[in-house]
């Protein structure tokens, strides 16, 4: 990216916000292509977004709250997704169940 510290707001705003994990970023290092260690439609290869592979700057360049707190919980929750391959558009499937009775009182 030719500036992705510029770049990571419209990302977010507009592309579907960013991608990339700790799986991918080790595929990348190994010599894997952008294509081959993404999901399909993650737009790694240059179809939007942006993909990181380096958590610990690419999620301090992506977030400022609106305070101190909100700036570090933010980069705090973009590092967990990092490492646990949460920065990915992935098929979601919904499952209506029975409310549960204790709940309602």
């Known amino acids: 990216y030719s500036n ?3 770049q990571l ?3 977010v705003t507009w592309q579907g916000g960013i ?3 700790a799986t991918y970023a ?3 290092a190994s010599g894997g292509s952008k294509q081959a260690c993404a999901p399909p439609g993650n737009g790694c290869n240059g179809g939007g977004g942006i993909c990181i592979e380096d958590a610990e700057t690419a999620c301090a360049l ?3 709250g609106v305070g101190s707190y909100t700036t570090t919980k ?3 929750s973009c590092k967990f997704a990092f490492a646990y391959d949460l920065h990915w ?3 979601v499937r919904v499952e209506v ?3 549960p009775p204790r709940v309602a009182r």
Request: charged share 25%.
């Open 19 to 21: 991608r990339g994990g």
């Open 4 to 6: 992705a510290g510029s």
């Open 26 to 28: 080790a595929c990348i």
């Open 74 to 76: 933010a980069i705090e």
């Open 9 to 11: 707001d419209s990302v």
């Open 89 to 91: 558009n992935r098929d």
């Open 62 to 64: 992506a977030f400022e």
């Open 97 to 99: 169940v029975a409310f």
